[in-house]
Nanobody, 117 residues
Framework: QVQLVESGGGLVQPGGSLRLSCAAS????????WGWYRQAPGKQRELVAA???????NYADSVKGRFTISRDNAKNTVYLQMNSLKPEDTAVYYC???????????WGQGTQVTVSS
């Protein structure tokens, strides 16, 4: 059963923007921190942005100043606004809830982001 559905990815040119959405099913969405992760070919999955239950955000150094994570608890949805995209941002992007940094749910299908000229 699908519990996490990521969307909004696509093919963009360097410098472009995308807004990713993650729709989560189930209860207790609002009490957990949520994060966006990405996995590029041949690399491990990495956390790029996270937002706490209180709305505080933190980012990997590689995306600071370019990406913004947000959440809408009423819609059980978390977003990732990605600006000034670079080819090295190319990856499959996933979302997940977390507690003490540990993913809570099975991974969804992710959404492909490709940044290329």
């Amino acid at each position: 059963q699908v519990q996490l559905v990521e969307s909004g990815g696509g093919l963009v040119q360097p410098g472009g923007s995308l807004r990713l959405s993650c729709a989560a099913s189930g209860s207790a969405f609002s009490i957990y921190a949520w994060g966006w992760y990405r996995q590029a070919p041949g690399k491990q999955r990495e956390l790029v942005a996270a937002i706490t239950s209180g709305g505080s955000a933190n980012y990997a150094d590689s995306v600071k100043g370019r990406f913004t994570i947000s959440r809408d608890n009423a819609k059980n949805t978390v977003y990732l606004q990605m600006n000034s995209l670079k080819p090295e941002d190319t990856a499959v992007y996933y979302c997940n809830g977390q507690t003490v940094g540990v993913p809570l749910r099975p991974w969804g299908q992710g959404t492909q982001v490709t940044v290329s000229s």
